[in-house]
């Protein structure tokens, strides 16, 4: 992906939170929270339910990105959202 492509605020190799079947599953991502604390992206999958500690994943927000390009349309969410 090329860098004038980018559209989020955040830098591609920021880390963000995924459920482990959303990064090595290929499960859709069916929940976006952009927390208001401190701008920390959350990635969950259609079959997470609540997140637990186990599942969760360290990613870039590249990978995730590359995983599922709609994600892209999220880039503006305010602080503190979630879809």
Known sequence: MKNE???FN??????V?????VVFEQDW???VSHDNEDGGWQFHG???GQMQEGDAVAASLLN????DVTVQALSDL???WHV
Do not use: F
Request: aromatic content about 8%.
């Open 5 to 7: 492509m980018w559209v």
């Open 10 to 15: 955040d830098p591609p190799n920021v880390a």
């Open 17 to 21: 939170i995924a459920n482990r079947s």
């Open 29 to 31: 991502i069916a929940y």
């Open 46 to 48: 259609s079959r997470s």
């Open 64 to 67: 995730i990105v590359e995983l």
């Open 78 to 80: 305010p602080r503190g």
